[in-house]
């Protein structure tokens, strides 16, 4: 008796597990072919480089000129990023529901419905909080527009890690890349980005 338990149990495992597999690839497939045409990522990288170099300056008026250098990266960036939204934003409701529990779960969005957030939505408000950073509305000094789009950048980037994975990695990932908590991450976005954030998944 124990061990058809056990059998069935190891059945029931494996199951589950080739499920989360399926769901996971099917994730990172999608978000693949949307980010495919651009060049998000690349501009990123920019953007943290030349960031870096800007901070390791002793002189303000080198400084200064990275700054400015660094305008035309960010501007292509924010581009981009509303284009890539406004075609992630086409995809069928059913694709785009992420649950807000910590591990991927293979049909935790028809087991816990409310416990699930729409990536469309956050790649809109994602979307927003960029823009609102690359264009300055806030008025912040260099370093600080630097530091806060980088913030929304990287929140951004946890949010296609939960997508493709779950959040325990997305937040694994972005400790070990960045050395950045997850808690850190949200404290350092602007704070209508943190607002709308934390409505949109359910905090």
Known sequence: MLLEILVLLSTLAFGGWMQKSKLQQQRKALLGRQL???QIEKY???????YL??????????????WALMASSEDALNTQFQKF???????????????????????????APHAVFDMRKILSMHAHGIASA?????QRSSKD???TLMAELLLMQHSCHWF???KTVASA??????????????????????HNYLKLINR
């Open 173 to 194: 990932r972005m400790m070990a890349r960045h050395q950045t908590s997850y808690p850190q991450l949200i404290a350092a976005v602007s704070p209508e980005t943190r």
């Open 36 to 38: 495919q045409p651009y």
């Open 145 to 147: 527009k630097a530091f």
């Open 164 to 166: 493709c994975k779950s």
């Open 134 to 138: 690359t264009d300055n509305t806030a």
């Open 53 to 66: 170099r800007a901070l390791g300056e002793s002189s303000a008026e080198r400084q200064a000129s990275i």
């Open 85 to 111: 939204v406004l075609d992630f934003s086409k995809q069928e409701a059913e694709s785009t529901q992420v649950s807000t529990w910590p591990l991927c779960l293979p049909y935790a969005e028809k087991i």
């Open 44 to 50: 990123m990288e920019t953007l943290t480089e030349g």
